[in-house]
């Protein structure tokens, strides 16, 4: 199965880790997501996957997505060819989130967070000045189209790549469905949240 995965090679590391794994919780049943709640030795990977959850809702990805339309609109493109740039968006994030696997094992997830982290904030920066004066020159609104495709593909080698193998990779099996049924939970009240103070914010 795992050559069927991964394709030829030795693999006997991989192997090693997942049969140790399996002989250190033998027997153990799934837990409950009020067990992993409740577990102190799971208490810092439960408190590591609410801030990363936490800081993908709050930099602003959903916000970029909502006025991008706007923002290309403003830039010039015909609002019958918008629709391509959008296709151009999402592309670029899948594009960044394919490399994200590649860099992932040699950069580290905390790199590619801090860094991608970092990127996004100065893109949303700069992104702020560019809105507020691209009424001043012909070329702004084209800077702030630049600077969402930056920022996508920002989010899309850092926190979106990176968050979704954490969950395997910081949690041992039993604990894997409770961590599951955790973050998405998480992720979804955040949204909420959000979505119902965003318009009193604007």
């Not at 033998?26 to 990977?45: C, H, M, P, T, Y």
Request: glycine share 8%.
């Amino acid at each position: 199965a795992v050559k069927q995965l991964w394709g030829d090679g030795d693999h006997m590391a991989e192997i090693d880790d997942m049969m140790s794994e399996q002989k250190a919780i033998r027997g153990e049943k799934a837990k409950s997501v009020w067990d992993l709640l409740r577990d102190r030795a799971v208490r810092w990977q439960l408190i590591t996957l609410f801030l990363v959850v936490s800081c993908m809702q709050l930099i602003g990805a959903n916000v970029v997505y909502s006025y991008a339309y706007n923002v290309f609109t403003k830039a010039g493109i015909p609002p019958a060819q918008t629709h391509y740039v959008s296709l151009g968006v999402g592309t670029t994030e899948i594009l960044s989130t394919v490399l994200c696997g590649f860099l992932i094992e040699r950069a580290g997830r905390k790199t590619l967070l801090w860094k991608n982290y970092t990127v996004m904030a100065l893109a949303l920066g700069l992104l702020t000045v560019t809105l507020s004066l691209q009424d001043s020159f012909y070329w702004v609104p084209y800077c702030s189209v630049a600077l969402i495709f930056i920022f996508i593909m920002s989010f899309g080698i850092g926190p979106a790549g990176v968050l979704c193998p954490l969950l395997t990779e910081i949690f041992i099996q039993s604990y894997r469905p409770a961590a599951y049924v955790f973050n998405g939970v998480t992720n979804w009240i955040q949204l909420f949240i959000l979505g119902l103070l965003f318009p009193f914010i604007v």
